[in-house]
């Protein structure tokens, strides 16, 4: 069954849109009940359990209170958070041995969209069959039922959430080491993260100076986070901080800023943490990346004898083929960076720390402990589908211009096309040696990809 709601990070679009309704909400949330209660292995007499937590849009309120009653509907429980990191849904779904949790949240995107993802009881995000399972059980031509009074799920609040999800945090950081001494501008995008990521970076001892944290509903990722990097370049060096860190709207993806305003993305920041690791005498059998990935990094990592393998884009195909592998570290350039002897999932303040920590015991700044990186240019540029179902991978058109790219890169480059799994829009991505040419190839290439499609 090809599904029709669920993308590469659960559903997501425009509030006030299908998917994105309250009537929508509520079939998901007893959809997803009914999938629970029939897979669930539980002692007889007890019912599943989820946990729902959100980010800090306006729209929170709305399918929260849909997917609760939803929930209820179909005789589960439902324990709730309010705002919270993506990461830390994921961390107390797992803590309290709960059977889902659930994350109300469109990540990086504007206010006016949101979206909902879910994770497993093991604090994964739900596999595909899972996810097609549920979307079977959701029927937009009937009413949506509800089991008896006796049967009803019941609903709580988790008051102490916020400081259970800082203590794990500061968990993953070294026992022997603090941050004391160490200037740095957390920016919280105005999201989830913003009563918890200053927070955590204060209480180890570093002097925080906090931008992004005054969320009003509206304003999340509105210029701040990691879609906006140049307002925490900016604040770090109008306070001479040390180091900046940014987060997006739901607190998994991670930027860091140096001191000389300096941005570091995700593929330079996991191999600081692998290089690190291999410092202090670890092995690292591999580490998985993306397609997105860039490939100074799997160069480096191979002068380093360390295997490299690609997932398809998503964190959520890194985390697969890390349990697959039975490896540990991977991560997309975007910035969810995966550390699963940390955590479960990408998370951005876990990643931070992983970074300081290596910062800390090498003694050096990140741009010496990225002497051996040189990423190579990447452009790409977004292209419009006319839905996210379109087939371009059909279009004759738009390979033949594929192929005139790469032989004009002549072994020097490589292209990457793929659809977006949130929004109708292609991904065009050139890479190579040199700026210029990646520029010019990836301009030709996504206008004759428009043409293509729209003639």
């Known amino acids: 069954m090809t599904r029709q709601y ?19 909400a509520l079939r998901l949330g007893y959809a997803a009940g009914r999938t629970l209660l029939a897979q669930a292995r539980l002692p007889a007499g007890e019912r599943p359990a989820v946990l729902i937590g959100k980010d800090t849009r306006i729209s929170g309120y709305l399918l929260e209170a849909a997917m609760e009653a939803g929930f209820s509907a179909a005789g589960v429980d439902v ?7 993506t990461p830390g849904v994921a961390y107390l779904t797992r803590a309290l041995r709960l059977q889902a949790g659930v994350v109300i949240s469109a990540s990086h995107n504007r206010f006016d969209d949101n979206g909902i993802k879910f994770f497993s009881a093991d604090g994964i995000k739900l596999p595909d069959e899972m996810e097609t399972a549920i979307e079977a059980e959701i029927h937009l031509d009937q009413p949506v039922g509800c089991v008896g009074s006796a049967e009803l799920g019941r609903a709580r609040r988790i008051e102490d959430a916020r400081g259970r999800y800082i203590e794990f945090c500061k ?3 070294p026992g022997e080491l603090n941050l004391r001494g160490l200037k740095l501008v957390v920016d919280c995008a105005h999201g989830a993260a913003y009563h918890i990521a200053p927070e955590v970076f204060h209480e180890l001892g570093a002097d925080v100076i906090s931008i992004g944290n005054t969320p009003d509903g509206f304003n999340i990722n509105a210029g701040f986070g990691v879609m906006e990097p ?7 060096l109008e306070h001479g901080a040390d180091l ?3 987060l997006d709207g739901d607190g998994d993806r991670l930027l860091m800023v140096g001191a000389d305003g300096t941005t570091y993305d995700g593929d330079q920041l996991l191999y600081v943490i692998v290089s690190a690791r291999i410092r202090r005498g670890e092995t690292i059998p591999g580490v ?3 397609l997105m990935t860039n490939l100074a990094l799997e160069e480096a990592l191979a002068k380093r004898g360390i295997p490299f393998e690609r997932a398809r884009v998503g964190d959520r195909y890194v985390v697969e083929k890390l349990l697959e592998t039975g490896w540990k570290l991977g991560g997309e350039n975007s910035g969810h960076i995966l550390c699963l002897d940390k955590h479960t999932t990408g998370d951005g ?5 992983q970074v300081l920590a290596a910062i800390r015991q090498a003694g050096q700044p990140p741009e010496t402990l990225l002497s051996a990186l040189r990423l190579y240019p990447q452009k790409r540029i977004d292209v419009s589908l006319p839905d996210r179902n379109f087939p371009w991978q059909d279009n004759a058109a738009l390979a033949a211009a594929v192929a005139q790219t790469e032989r004009a890169l002549a072994g020097e480059g490589r292209v990457l096309l793929r659809a977006s799994g949130t929004e109708s829009k292609l991904r065009v991505m050139v ?3 040199d700026a210029l040419r990646v520029e010019k190839h990836a301009r030709a290439l996504a206008e004759a990809a428009q043409a293509a499609l729209t003639g």
Not at 349 to 353: D, F, G, K, N, R
Request: zero cysteines.
């Open 288 to 290: 998985v990346g993306t």
């Open 230 to 236: 140049g307002t925490l370049r900016q604040a770090v």
């Open 6 to 24: 669920f993308g590469t990070d659960g559903i997501r679009g425009k509030v006030g849109e299908p998917p994105i309704t309250p009537d929508f």
């Open 349 to 353: 303040i876990v990643s931070a720390l």
């Open 171 to 173: 968990s993953t950081f």
């Open 431 to 433: 890479e190579g040696r």
């Open 79 to 85: 324990s709730l958070v309010g705002p919270l990191p």
């Open 244 to 246: 900046g860190l940014a």
